[in-house]
């Protein structure tokens, strides 16, 4: 959430900034006049009470003042459910407004306007990996339908390894692992802005008001919530399976493994002081490069554009690897900074010299582990079987898989 001293004092910048997000800039004017509305009723209120409190303590030696503090009585009750009714409709639009950009984001609508940064690795042809036996979406479909897949030896036994060599890596770069759960309250949703604006795109356990979780930076990042941190920064990993209706991708992505409602990722958070995030952000990104190096698998790293940047970031990388059978990039992971707009949602406070201040958070896949496993089935594919990079052979035993294990 956006600080509402923005609102007050810099209201041209909270509009720009939904301008260039594509986001209805009324928005901004709405929580604006909300708000001026409200400190008003607040203020107006505030000298009632004290005209309250004054006449009683006269009344004993005034009863002619019992009337005038009845009717304050009756003012003030009337006016505090006013002003409940205004700061929760303050507070709503505040929950829908974007973090605000940082000033290196480029300008553009939507994705064709992200930048190329870097490139590293050289595509080649390979297989599809929606030919190589060990992937039953027949099976998935059987046991619950559209974009749900069955994985079967070798292949299971692969998508293990990843990993586990996900994990070890990011401990080997000082991430602490976490296990966490995969079901969470609806406020812990909020926190981390899936709620209220992605609500559609979530699954929910209605009897229990629960949420499956859409990735373990939600657990991750809310897990200090309420809490008043000492010491930072924190380093989390943790893996998770993932749960996402994708009910905004109809259509996207039909054939093969790479877009599923259910899926492995290992997720990196950081919650840093506010003057060290951006260090981290690169510190981040060159943690998850070593994922996809180590994996040998070809990647560019993109910067999105404004119209392209998640509701909570305020700037985010994307890697994309090469798929041969797309015959071009696709995104494995976004790293994120959403400086302090989820630590105010849920919320997150830390003591520095005696006084409260929002932290900083901070995620990034390290990486989605499924579409790690097809980028490697389809870059490392020769002589009729996938070559296992030597990062990897720890984890898989060997050095090569045949075709016909699979």
Sequence with gaps: MID??????????????????????????????????????????????????????????????????????????EMEKLEKILKK???????????????SVPIGKDDSDNVEIKKWGDPKPGIAHYNVKGFRFDYGAKLSGHRFTVLEGHIARLERALIN??????????????????????????????????????????RDDLYLIPTAEVPLTNMHKDEILEDLPLNYVSWTPCYRREAGAYGKDIKGYFRQHQFYKVELVKITYPEDSWKHHEMMLRDVEKVLQGLEIPYRVMVLSSGDTGFSSAKTYDLEVWLPSQNKYREISSISNCTDFQARRIPLKFRRDGKLEYPHTLNGSGVAV?????????????????????????????????????
């Design 4 to 77: 509402i001293e923005l609102i007050r004092k810099n209201l041209d910048i909270v509009k720009r900034n939904l301008q260039i997000r594509n986001y209805d800039v009324s928005l901004a004017d709405k929580a604006y006049e909300l708000d001026q509305k409200w400190k008003n009723l607040k203020a107006e209120l505030d000298n009632k009470r004290s005209e309250q409190n004054r006449l009683s303590k006269e009344i004993a030696k005034n009863k002619s003042l019992i009337e005038s503090v009845k009717q304050l009585s009756k003012d003030i009750q």
């Design 89 to 103: 409709e303050r507070d709503e639009i505040l929950s829908i407004l974007p973090n605000i950009l940082h000033e």
């Design 165 to 206: 060599y996900m994990v070890d890596l990011a401990i080997s770069n000082g991430y602490k692992e976490i296990a966490c759960p995969h079901l969470v309250k609806p406020e812990i949703m909020y926190g981390t802005g899936q709620l209220p604006k992605f609500e559609q795109e979530l699954y929910r356990i209605e």
């Design 370 to 406: 499924g579409r790690a496993l097809i980028a490697l089935i389809e870059n490392h594919y020769q002589d009729n079987g996938i070559v296992i990079p030597k990062s990897l052979r720890e984890y898989v035993k060997t050095d090569f898989i045949p075709l016909q294990l699979l």
